[in-house]
């Protein structure tokens, strides 16, 4: 391995939670007035922390979100969540021959610490990521694409920025890891490769990774 510390994002990459994500924002920014698709919130809000979506409605619109908007539609999602939520396939595979090497990796994720632990407990990914493992956008003063959450997270593990691997499927998430100094591969499980331009490497299948990662 040559890396010292592997980041993983976590929808998408970790959990499938994209498609329910997405779905269920597109619907309630729909429901305020604010037509979205499915697709339109793949491209606008994928891989961003809830403050993106805030500060697009009200560029677009001049119109605020409703004061408690992010406490319903996380409603929404962790209701989904506990319904359908599954871990990304393969992930568990990944994982485990990780520790096998002893190769140390965390999460780094625009979603929040709640959001994070309840998919966790839904998929059973939390014995992989204790609390020490687990950074989100909340710790930081800018989310993705701004490179804070990735250097916060290799600090706080204690490796060096060029001494990390981040694994994501966004563009958001790849500019931040690129604007971090680290090597970054991007899963195209959903999303199409040629939107994650910068990526050091891309792949479809989960189970490729420990290969490409050295």
Same mark, same amino acid.
């Given at each position: 391995?040559?890396?010292?510390?592997?980041?993983?994002?976590?929808?998408?990459?970790?959990?499938?939670?994209?498609?329910?994500?997405?779905?269920?924002?597109?619907?309630? !920014? &729909?429901?305020? #007035?604010? %037509?979205?698709?499915?697709?339109? =919130?793949?491209?606008?809000?994928?891989?961003?922390?809830? $403050? /993106?979506?805030?500060?697009?409605?009200?560029?677009?619109?001049?119109?605020?979100?409703?004061?408690?908007?992010?406490?319903?539609?996380?409603?929404?999602?962790?209701?989904?969540?506990?319904?359908?939520?599954?871990?990304?396939?393969?992930?568990?595979?990944?994982?485990?021959? !990780? &520790?096998?090497? #002893?190769? %140390?990796?965390?999460?780094?994720? =625009?979603?929040?610490?709640?959001?994070?632990?309840?998919? $966790? /407990?839904?998929?059973?990914?939390?014995?992989?990521?204790?609390?020490?493992?687990?950074?989100?956008?909340?710790?930081?003063?800018?989310?993705?694409?701004?490179?804070?959450?990735?250097?916060?997270?290799?600090?706080?593990?204690?490796?060096?920025?060029?001494?990390?691997?981040?694994?994501?499927?966004?563009?958001?998430?790849?500019?931040?890891?690129?604007?971090?100094?680290?090597?970054?591969?991007?899963?195209?499980?959903?999303?199409?490769?040629?939107?994650?331009?910068?990526?050091?490497?891309?792949?479809?299948?989960?189970?490729?990774?420990?290969?490409?990662?050295?």
């Amino acid at each position: 391995m040559r890396y010292d510390l592997v980041i993983f994002d976590n929808d998408g990459v970790l959990v499938d939670s994209e498609p329910i994500s997405n779905t269920l924002l597109a619907a309630y !920014l &729909t429901e305020l #007035g604010h %037509p979205t698709s499915y697709e339109d =919130s793949l491209r606008d809000y994928m891989g961003a922390a809830m $403050h /993106r979506v805030h500060d697009t409605v009200y560029e677009r619109s001049g119109e605020r979100l409703p004061a408690d908007f992010d406490d319903a539609f996380h409603a929404r999602v962790f209701a989904a969540f506990e319904r359908e939520l599954e871990p990304v396939d393969g992930v568990v595979d990944v994982l485990g021959k !990780l &520790t096998a090497d #002893g190769v %140390p990796f965390c999460v780094g994720s =625009s979603g929040s610490h709640e959001r994070i632990r309840v998919g $966790h /407990r839904k998929t059973g990914l939390d014995q992989w990521f204790g609390d020490d493992r687990i950074f989100s956008s909340q710790d930081v003063g800018r989310g993705k694409p701004a490179p804070d959450l990735f250097l916060y997270a290799a600090r706080r593990m204690g490796v060096a920025p060029e001494r990390c691997v981040v694994v994501e499927d966004s563009p958001l998430g790849v500019q931040a890891a690129v604007a971090a100094g680290m090597d970054v591969y991007g899963f195209t499980g959903m999303t199409p490769a040629e939107r994650l331009d910068g990526a050091t490497g891309l792949f479809g299948d989960m189970r490729e990774l420990p290969d490409l990662l050295g």
